[in-house]
């Protein structure tokens, strides 16, 4: 008689205080996010430019989803849950400073990155460039967990996992250049040319950001069917080359605009 053995299932993460935090203030990130569209279809405006409420919907929808999904994936790693928890609360705080950043200055009327208008400005935008550095340090501190030691969870999660947080750090680098090059430009005295500075890398930022959610989203997804483990290495694999060559032409466009 032939023995069978039952279809493993991924592991469930432990629901942590910081884990249940996360998740409750990534939610709370993307109903502001909603909240802001609304807003904009009342209000009206740019949707495009410096001072727009493109600003805080945009951050309050990617913020909350990356807050949510950084909390999930990295229930997979091998990392500490002391340390996990305490990079997650940090991530979550600075989540929020980030978003309720840019939402003050977009009731203000003024932009919020790079602007040094008045001394309340300058503080504003070097609050939120302290944050963004934060927001590097954590997230390359759970990549590195991710690349040292082999993740775990259901077949195809472990590449879905390096492949993510890999093109996540490519996000963090293009979210640096914008930074750099607008405060060079900003600080020469080109305040104009610093604000439209960062639109050739607005796409390879975004696109780079959310693999973390999305290729461990299929990973998961396809954990659920009865497709046998190399069809979904197989789609994982493919999905994750795809993946690369969207962040690859985001950032071919981008250089070609900056020649």
């Known amino acids: 008689m032939a023995i069978t053995t039952p279809r493993t299932r991924p592991p469930r993460p432990r629901r942590r205080a910081a884990e249940r935090l996360s998740h409750a203030t990534g939610a709370l990130l993307v109903l502001s996010g909603l909240c802001h569209l609304v807003v904009f279809a009342v209000d009206g ?10 600003k805080p919907v945009t ?20 990392i500490g849950a002391r340390a996990r928890a305490a990079l997650l609360t940090v991530f979550a705080a600075d989540c929020v400073v980030e978003v309720g950043g840019i939402t003050l200055q977009a009731w203000r009327g003024v ?14 935008a070097m609050t939120l460039a302290a944050g963004g550095a934060v927001l590097v340090a954590v997230l390359s501190a759970f990549a590195v967990a991710a ?26 680098l293009s979210g640096a250049a914008m930074i750099a090059r607008g405060v060079v430009l900003a600080r020469t005295g080109h305040q104009e040319a610093a604000y439209a500075s960062t639109a050739p890398l607005k796409p390879l930022h975004g696109v780079s950001l959310h693999a973390v959610l999305v290729l461990p989203a299929l990973a998961w997804l396809m954990s659920r069917t009865r497709w046998s483990d190399p069809a979904k290495t197989y789609i994982l694999r493919a999905a994750a080359a795809l993946y ?12 070609l605009t900056y020649r």
């Open 147 to 172: 690349f040292r030691r082999r993740p775990a969870g259901p077949t195809g999660m472990p590449l879905a996992l390096r492949s993510g947080f890999g093109l996540l750090l490519v996000a963090l």
């Open 111 to 124: 932009p919020s990155h790079l602007n040094t208008g008045t001394g309340f400005d300058t503080a504003v």
């Open 59 to 78: 951050f309050g929808l990617s913020f909350g989803l990356t807050l949510i999904a950084v909390a999930w994936v990295t229930s997979y790693l091998d």
């Open 244 to 255: 690369t060559l969207a962040v690859a032409a985001a950032a071919l466009r981008a250089l």
């Open 45 to 54: 405006g740019p949707w495009d430019g410096p001072v727009s409420w493109r």
